[in-house]
Nanobody, 130 residues
Framework: QVQLVESGGGVVQPGGSLRLSCAAS????????IGWFRQAPGKEREGVSC????????YYADSVKGRFTISRDNGKNTVYLQMDSLKPEDTGVYYC???????????????????????WGQGTQVTVSS
């Protein structure tokens, strides 16, 4: 069973930064594609970003492109989400998960979707507020 643990959430003012971490059990981080998802109060969970295990390709939702950066450190079995220029609409619980479906459409838009068989962490709260 793959185990994921998120950390790094908190309260930050608009324009601020946070770095989320997704620590994976051994032999996981460099074997699985990893995605970040978020869920705002009263809204459905949405894909934010993902990173490929095979070639390190990265994908971003339009709402975070240019502000968020996903990366992985296989030596530490950890995937990071650097979030800069945070906005109040970035508020929500952030989750990492294995086996996301990630691709770029013909129109150049990145799509990040969860799969039913993915393993999930418990989530970390991000609140952007002045």
């Amino acid at each position: 069973q793959v185990q994921l643990v998120e950390s790094g959430g908190g309260v930050v003012q608009p324009g601020g930064s946070l770095r989320l971490s997704c620590a994976a059990s051994a032999l996981t981080a460099d074997y699985y594609d990893i995605g970040w998802f978020r869920q705002a109060p009263g809204k459905e969970r949405e894909g934010v970003s993902c990173i490929s295990s095979s070639d390190g390709s990265t994908y971003y939702a339009d709402s975070v492109k240019g502000r968020f950066t996903i990366s992985r450190d296989n030596g530490k079995n950890t995937v990071y989400l650097q979030m800069d220029s945070l906005k109040p609409e970035d508020t929500g619980v952030y989750y990492c998960a294995t086996d996301p479906l990630c691709f770029t459409t013909a129109q150049g838009m990145d799509v990040i979707r969860e799969r039913s068989w993915g393993s999930w962490g418990q989530g970390t709260q991000v609140t952007v507020s002045s």
